[in-house]
């Protein structure tokens, strides 16, 4: 009987560790701000800016991460893209509070967003 594997390379193991550590530490971010707001900091190190700000650091993060495996054709960015260009065309249904949401986005994408139910 043969061991399993994932057939994983050591390389490709460490891109992935990459992107989950850093989808993991977005995590944290988006939980501190949905109890204690964007504008709020820690305040023992206040330096290290308010909690919008490392959020937006760690989600900069996640994209080089994304951006790494693509570039190693781990995956797919062409793909990656057809499924956002997807998600942005039927998440409206479900979003409830998100009318400037809406029409920002549609402003920034119009073409993703032509043809979209208001």
Do not use: C
Not at 36 to 62: A, C, F, I, M, W
């Amino acid at each position: 009987m043969s061991e399993f594997s994932t057939g994983l390379s050591k390389s490709q193991i460490e891109r992935l560790s990459l992107l989950l550590e850093e989808l993991g530490e977005a995590q944290q971010w988006i939980g501190k701000i949905l109890r204690h707001g964007y504008d709020s900091y820690d305040p023992t190190n206040q330096r290290q800016g308010d909690n919008k700000q490392l959020l937006e650091k760690e989600l900069g993060d996640v994209l080089f991460a994304i951006e790494l495996l693509a570039a190693t054709d781990d995956l797919d960015e062409e793909l990656i893209d057809d499924h956002r260009i997807a998600k942005a065309r039927k998440v409206w249904q479900w979003l409830h509070h998100q009318g400037i949401g809406k029409k920002k986005y549609t402003e920034r994408h119009p073409s993703i967003m032509e043809g979209v139910q208001p």
